[in-house]
């Protein structure tokens, strides 16, 4: 009997909602895989490190800025649930201008994604630096394309079932990981009081509000991951299950509005995850980089921080630590390479290149992508040599593509709601603050990728006049992340050099 596809609203799979909190448990893991790649180098680097700049004072941010953004996960769900469409299907029908049957939102997308494969680049290569840091008798090269071939053989099957399951398993690791290294400093000098937490809390703003600007930046929910939210939602089977719509009848309507809940809790509990695991990172950078007056950049704070318990702990702490950064970038990078090859699949059809709903062509184009990204990912990371004026060109684009996906959310919740499942007033008010939130950081990206673009401008062209073995650090540099903010703290992630034989050696 073939596999139940369920990007195809076929009423054989209508399913009743689970009313029962066990039941309701099964269907959970769209969030889940969301946040695997939520978490990924800028909570365990560029989080930490604002946590050594601003001590415990913008805990309260952190916090904020992954419970606020939430919102506008929730508004593609549901209209991902109601509709049956992804997000590019979605983006299509949404009004403007198109060109060769594309809607000018997926151009916009389409744009920026070459400047994304240099942020994928970096954390591919950044999980090859960490696994170097533990076995360096194999080179960055190597461990560079043994990541990139693992996650390819890994994602290329299109099993929905198999990527919630690695999701799962690598979310786990790192929350487990994390909270163990923090519980771990109560017994060092860098115990953590209630009087640090109570000052997290106060809601009073760091002395450097780009501090605080770039905590809010760089956590929570991103713009790609509102987008390929609504692809885990229909593999899971949310839209498949509730069945094609039919405003007006009151059986799917019943439907509908159940299964919006399951995903409103599988939502929340990501989100509870990835908040905890966020503001534990910032809480490693304020109780012991910034205890040390230190702030090391990049992957210089895990060796700060492994140096920490190791010290204080033995050499167990530093395999806890260790396994938990590899855990928080591999789970990036295989969570990232599994949404990227549905989603260009996805524009691949709306370009005409494919059927993206015929279930053989979909499946090729998938497993195509899957070893496509990756490759193309470890080129980037060995042979890029401008990341710096390219990351300040990415961190505008990212500014571009949340007003994207601002846009596209007001017109679902206004223009395409169905009247009777119309939500509740505090949804709309939680709605129009994330959408304030996010507007107001993109326009502050937007401004401040403008400046960095103009002061940076010179210097890569001084650059180009370099000897070449200048150039050759230049190039690992490049180490991605998910918002403009935090670009300025993983610049000089890398801080060195590969060597001839493809070792690392620090700067």
């Not at 017109?411 to 169905?418: L, T």
Request: charged share 15%.
């Amino acid at each position: 009997m073939p596999a139940r596809d369920p990007y195809a609203l076929d009423p054989s799979l209508v399913e009743d909602p689970p009313t029962r909190w066990r039941d309701k448990l099964k269907f959970l893991g769209p969030g889940l895989v969301l946040t695997a790649s939520i978490v990924g180098s800028g909570e365990l680097i560029a989080t930490t490190s604002l946590g050594a700049k601003a001590g415990f004072t913008a805990l309260w941010i952190i916090l904020a800025s992954c419970v606020v953004k939430v919102a506008l996960q929730l508004q593609f769900g549901r209209h991902t649930i109601l509709t049956g469409e992804t997000c590019l299907t979605a983006f299509n029908k949404l009004p403007g201008p198109s060109f060769r049957g594309a809607h000018w939102t997926i151009w916009c997308w389409l744009l920026i994604q070459p400047l994304k494969l240099l942020q994928m680049g970096g954390i591919v290569g950044g999980v090859a630096m960490i696994i170097h840091l533990v076995l360096p008798q194999v080179s960055v090269f190597w461990w560079c394309w043994i990541t990139a071939i693992v996650s390819a053989m890994m994602v290329s099957g299109e099993s929905y079932r198999f990527i919630e399951r690695v999701c799962v398993a690598l979310v786990a690791a790192f929350t487990a990981t994390t909270l163990i290294s923090v519980f771990s400093l109560q017994w060092t000098e860098y115990a953590i009081s209630s009087s640090d937490l109570v000052e997290g809390l106060r809601l009073k703003l760091p002395s450097d509000l780009m501090i605080a600007m770039g905590a809010f930046g760089l956590t929570g929910v991103g713009g790609d991951e509102i987008m390929q939210y609504t692809y885990w939602l229909i593999e899971k089977g949310y839209a498949a299950r509730t069945g094609p719509p039919s405003p007006g009848d009151a059986a799917w309507e019943r439907r509908a509005r159940g299964w919006i809940n399951v995903m409103y809790l599988d939502a929340l509990v990501s989100m509870v995850v990835y908040t905890v695991v966020t503001a534990a990172f910032y809480i490693l950078g304020a109780a012991v980089l910034h205890a040390r007056g230190e702030t090391p950049q990049g992957y210089a704070t895990i060796n700060t921080l492994t140096l920490m318990y190791t010290e204080s702990l033995g050499e167990w702490a530093r395999s806890i630590f260790m396994l938990g950064a590899f855990a928080v970038l591999f789970s990036t990078v295989f969570s990232a390479l599994a949404a990227w090859t549905r989603v260009f699949a996805d524009a691949g059809g709306k370009l005409g290149l494919l059927d993206f709903q015929n279930a053989g062509q979909r499946r090729r184009a998938i497993t195509i992508l899957a070893w496509f990204f990756p490759i193309s990912w470890s080129v980037v990371f060995l042979a890029y040599e401008e990341p710096v004026y390219m990351v300040t060109l990415g961190g505008m684009a990212t500014a571009a593509i949340l007003l994207v996906i601002v846009f596209a959310a007001i017109v679902f919740r206004y223009r395409r709601e169905i009247p009777a499942l119309r939500p509740s007033r505090f949804y709309d008010i939680a709605l129009w603050l994330s959408i304030a939130a996010i507007v107001v950081m993109a326009l502050y990206g937007a401004q401040d990728g403008i400046r960095k673009w103009r002061n940076e401008k010179p210097a890569q062209n001084e650059r180009h006049e370099s000897p070449p073995a200048a150039s050759i650090s230049a190039k690992t540099q490049a180490v991605g992340s998910k918002s403009q903010p935090e670009y300025g703290l993983l610049m000089l992630a890398t801080r060195g050099e590969l060597t001839h034989n493809g070792h690392w050696r620090p700067h």
